[in-house]
Each structure stands twice: as C-alpha cells, then as structure tokens.
C-alpha cells in the first residue's frame, strides 16, 4: 500500500508539473512579443547555393533555444515577410499613389543582429533594419488583421522535398511571389514562419528516410528476380530524399494575406508554382481565430507533420531575389558595405583634432606669408 500511495504521489506531481509546463508555454506563447525589420538589398544580391543552407543552418542556431530553455520558456520563431503596401508620394503639384514591393524578417529584438551578421556571410551588402552602420530599427506601424487568409502545408510527407530537379538553373521563388503581388494591384503580405525543432528531430528524419529507402528498395520490388535496377521514378525520388537529409528541420506555416479572395488566389498560384517531388498544398478551413492571430505572428499551437521541412528547402524558398527582377518597385542599397580600416579617422576622432588654446597659437612661428 505505502508503494502504491508512492506511485501515486509521484504520478500526481509529474502530472502537475506536465500542466504547469503547458500552461507556461501558453502564456509565454501569447506573450511573446516580435519586431519586423526591413531587410534592405542591394543591387547585386547574389549568393551560391552551399552558402544559402549554411545560412539558414546560422539562423536555426541562433534561433533554437537550448533544451532547458525550450521546456521553461517555449522556442521562438522567426518569419520572411514579402509585403506589398501603398507608397503615397505627396508633393505641392499632385498626390500619386503606387505600391511598393519590401522583403521584411520578424524576429525578437535581442537576436536581430546575429541575424544580420548570418545574412551577411551569404549576401555581404544585405543589411536588416539598417541602412549604414546605425543600430538595426523596426518598422513602424503594425499590420492589420487580413479580410482573406490562405495557408499552404506540404501535399506529401516531409520525406519528399520541395526541391526542384533544375532549381539551380531558375530564378529564386521569390521573384515570381513579388511579380504576382505587384500584378495584382492591392496591398498584400506573404508570409514564411519558421520554428527550429528540437534536435532530436534530425536523427527522426534521418530514421525516417531509411525506411522511406527500404521501402522503395524492398517492398516495391516484392516478388521482381534479383538484381533487378529500381525504376526512373524510385532511383528520382531517393535522390531528392537524399538531398533534404542531414540538414536542420524546421516546422514551416506558409500564408497569404490580402483584402479579397481573387487576391489571395493569384498570390497563392505563385507560392504554389515551384515544386519538386512534393508542393504546398492550400489548408482549407481558415477560421476567424487564424485570421485575428495573423498580425502577431502566432503560430499554430500544434504543427502538422506535413509542416516539416529541411533546411534545404528553407535555402531554396529564400533565396534573395536579384538585381535582374523587373517590373517590381523595390528599394536598393546602392552603397556596398566595405568597413573602413582602422587608422581611418573617424567621426569619435573630433577631440583629436580639436583646436588648439589661444596661447598655444599665439607661441606659435609665424608663417612666411605672415612676415611678409
């Protein structure tokens, strides 16, 4: 009896504690609070594909929260907002409005400059909520709760990847995004919100595709004489499976917000265009909840599987857009960052150079010119 009233005791305090963690996680959950910098590009943003995956591999290090700190205090994320909105141009003569195109990252103010400095090491004039060396700022404003709300998940499992077979050859996706925003007319945001895993997800994944492989391998050819080759279609899809392994995992929430639906449909076909062995599927049943929920960047409280992604794929959906892109009004930072060396005198060096007392210059030699 006394070891049962133990057992007990213990399963109610575990039990209690499972729920306070909950309940912790919820609150911070609500709490958390998020900034949204502009990040400013360049006129020759360009980067090779091994350092946009060491990029997003930077940013999930800097994001993830360490195991002690992912139970008491829950995982913040991080987001990539394409928002197209009214630029009003008033002068004394005439008032035009146009839209303007801006690549925007939402995250906490503390890890704002890690982040620059991860996307500095693959686009080197890239800079976020700065346009020189003054501290990165946020944006000013807020966005307003969408009249339209479409959210996109994986069609298949993670095992499948949204990699392209010739996406080295292709522009980045955002491109076609921003073309479609600015086609459309009205203001828009396009939403990519990312939360790192916990890092025992990459040995799931990893146990994950070597099923996926004994599944093409063995249960397909059930029955097929040995040595017989896999097909086309098997030998493609190992390839792909084996590009997305070994590489962070991400939960991703996709979403496109605008004022009607015929807007929302046509950003989506371009969210929707590039695919792979797999693609975003639109989620069908957007609640008013989500829709309210969208200005705050809140996250969905439990993710779908088909939300998971690698942090190839994340390479592959972020990749910058390029000085090439036409016919989208996007602000460029003309001036490339190249920091000065140090014996460069600086603005802090003014005491330096200060003028001298008046005792000292009248101790002074005269010059020649004022002798003469």
């Known amino acids: 009896m006394v070891a049962l009233e133990v057992l007990a005791g213990l399963a109610a305090t575990t039990l209690a504690g499972v729920v306070g963690l909950l309940a912790r996680g919820l609150w911070l959950r609500a709490d958390r609070r998020y900034a949204l910098y502009e990040l400013h590009l360049s006129t020759h ?35 990539f907002e ?23 990252v939402r995250c906490q103010p503390a890890s704002v400059a890690a982040l620059d400095g991860a996307l500095a090491a693959a686009y080197p004039d890239v800079r976020l909520g700065r346009a020189h060396g003054q501290p990165p700022r946020p944006r000013a404003g807020r966005l307003r709760t969408p009249a339209v709300l479409l959210r996109f998940r994986k069609e298949r499992s993670f095992v499948y990847p949204l990699l392209a077979a010739e996406e080295l050859l292709a522009s980045p996706p955002i491109e076609q995004i921003a073309l479609a925003q600015i086609s459309a007319g009205g203001p828009s945001v396009v939403r990519f919100q990312l939360t790192p895993t916990p890092l025992f997800f990459d040995g799931l994944a990893r146990g994950r595709y070597r099923r996926h492989e004994r599944h093409l391998v063995g249960a397909r050819h059930l029955g097929a004489r040995p040595g017989q080759p896999l097909s086309t279609l098997d030998r493609v899809e190992m390839a792909s499976a084996g590009r997305a392994q070994n590489r962070s995992m991400f939960w991703l929430e996709a979403s496109v917000a605008a004022d009607d639906q015929a807007t929302c449909r046509q950003i989506g076909a371009a969210v929707q265009a590039r695919r792979g062995e797999n693609r ?93």
């Open 45 to 79: 943003d360009h980067a090779k594909p091994q350092d946009l995956e060491d990029m997003v591999e930077a940013i999930a290090n800097v994001v993830r929260a360490w195991p002690v700190e992912r139970i008491w205090r829950g995982q913040p994320s991080f987001a």
């Open 280 to 372: 975003l599927r639109r989620i069908v049943g957007t609640t008013g909840a989500q829709r309210r929920r969208f200005p705050s960047a809140v996250r969905p409280l439990i993710p779908s599987p088909r939300a998971l992604v690698s942090a190839a794929e994340v390479a592959h959906l972020l990749a910058l857009p390029s000085a090439r892109m036409k016919g989208v009004p996007v602000r460029r930072m003309t001036v490339p960052r190249i920091p000065a060396p140090p014996q460069v005198m600086r603005a802090t060096d003014n005491a330096t150079i200060a003028t001298p007392p008046a005792a000292e210059v009248a101790k002074a030699p005269a010059s020649a010119a004022d002798r003469r």
């Open 82 to 104: 394409l928002i197209c909105d009214q630029l009003d141009d008033t002068t004394e003569k005439a008032t035009q409005t146009e839209m303007e195109w801006s690549l925007n």
